[in-house]
């Protein structure tokens, strides 16, 4: 068994803790992220459309899907040069991570030579690099990893139940076979899905199942809440209770213990509050930029305000200089005790 596995998380389990009293399933939660990170410091990933819009999917979420009419003007593929600027202002900015995607169903070969210089020039800037460009072959992935990408992209969305009604061009299957391809050519795998498309708590739990039972489990798992766009399906999907938002990353903290769980799409509509639970849930990574890859995300000032009233740095950086330390906060918190 490698390090990153568990097997004892089913539906059922992971069910019963989705179903916790709040402060249960937090507490909980917090005690498997303390064991494993600090829980003041936060990854910070920016992510660029390199290839936007056109998308021969139908994924009912996708404001880059060609079966909907929304507005997104299909481009090319961006030149390197033009990819390594927006990388290196990433970067500037604080980024440790750049994530690249593309609106494919899956790159074309004759793609791959631009890609792999793509991802050559953003590791050379000193960046982690993502990049998620739909399905791939197992030779295509060899050739990414040779190229020496570090994380490829590849979400699983929802339950395999709900799948169908998101999702009709590709199967489940698919995506697995995917996930095999991106593990077999030794690169890490990001890993999640999208929370507040109408599915069940149930439908949660059962996607939730499925990551915790990749093997190993993805090193980093992205829990998007859905971005209503207008002119998709789901434009107009029921109002999401954001404690569920919650509850499905302090349960994916707990199946994963040492994965990166990301607040992704759907931030900035959380607000503060509901951002804070999440990083009290277990919650250490972000994308972080002005832009996802066609909607709005979190201002980078708004970002860097929150963090500072919450007392979170980014992954790197030292604590600010008037910060305590996690360690010094809770040896506080003991010495208030009334001693016996
Ligand atoms: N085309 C590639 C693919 O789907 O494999 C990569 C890009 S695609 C935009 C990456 C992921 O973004 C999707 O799997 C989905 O989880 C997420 N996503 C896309 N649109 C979203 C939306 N409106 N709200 C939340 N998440 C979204
Ligand atoms: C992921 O799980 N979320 C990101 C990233 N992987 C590529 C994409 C979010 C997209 C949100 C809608 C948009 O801007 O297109
Ligand atoms: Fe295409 Fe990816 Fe959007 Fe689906 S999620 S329509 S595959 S860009």
Redesign the pocket.
């Known amino acids: 068994m490698t390090p990153t596995q568990t097997t004892s998380w089913n539906t059922q389990r992971i069910q019963t803790l989705l179903d916790l009293p709040l402060p249960e399933l937090l507490w909980q939660a917090q005690q498997v992220h303390r064991a494993h990170f600090d829980p003041t410091e936060i990854q910070l990933s920016s992510?660029l459309s390199i290839k936007t819009g056109g998308c021969a999917e139908d994924c009912a979420y996708c404001?880059?899907s060609a079966h909907y009419d929304v507005g997104v003007t299909a481009g090319k593929l961006m030149d390197v040069d033009a990819v390594l600027a927006h990388a290196q202002a990433a970067k500037d900015a604080g980024a440790g991570r750049f994530?690249m995607?593309a609106a494919w169903r899956e790159p074309k070969d004759r793609d791959l030579d631009k890609i792999a210089a793509i991802v050559r020039g953003v590791k050379a800037l000193g960046l982690q690099t993502c990049m998620?460009l739909g399905m791939l072959t197992a030779e295509q992935a060899q050739r990414l990893a040779d190229a020496g990408l570090d994380y490829y992209?590849h979400?699983l969305d929802t339950s395999p139940e709900f799948y169908g009604r998101i999702i009709t061009t590709r199967t489940y299957q698919e995506r697995l076979d995917t996930l095999q391809h991106v593990r077999a050519a030794g690169m890490a795998v990001c890993c999640?899905g999208i929370v507040g498309m109408g599915e069940s708590r149930a439908d949660r739990a059962a996607l939730l199942a499925e990551l915790a039972a990749l093997d190993p489990y993805p090193e980093s798992v992205?829990i998007?809440a859905l971005?209503r766009v207008a002119g998709t399906p789901l434009e107009h999907a029921p109002d999401l209770d954001p404690f569920e938002f919650v509850r499905t990353v302090a349960a994916a903290r707990i199946v994963m213990p040492r994965a990166w769980v990301r607040l992704?799409?759907g931030r900035k509509e959380l607000g503060d509050g509901i951002q804070a639970l999440c990083f009290l849930a277990g919650a250490n990574s972000i994308?972080y930029g002005d832009t996802?890859?066609?909607?709005g995300n979190a201002e980078v000032e708004a970002d860097r305000a929150l963090f500072s009233r919450l007392g979170l740095r980014a992954q790197g950086l030292p604590p600010a200089a008037d910060a305590p330390a996690a360690g010094s906060v809770t040896r506080r918190t003991i010495a208030l005790q009334p001693e016996n």
């Open positions: 992510l404001p880059q994530c995607g998620t992209n979400n999640g992205p998007n971005v992704s799409a994308f996802l890859l066609v909607t």
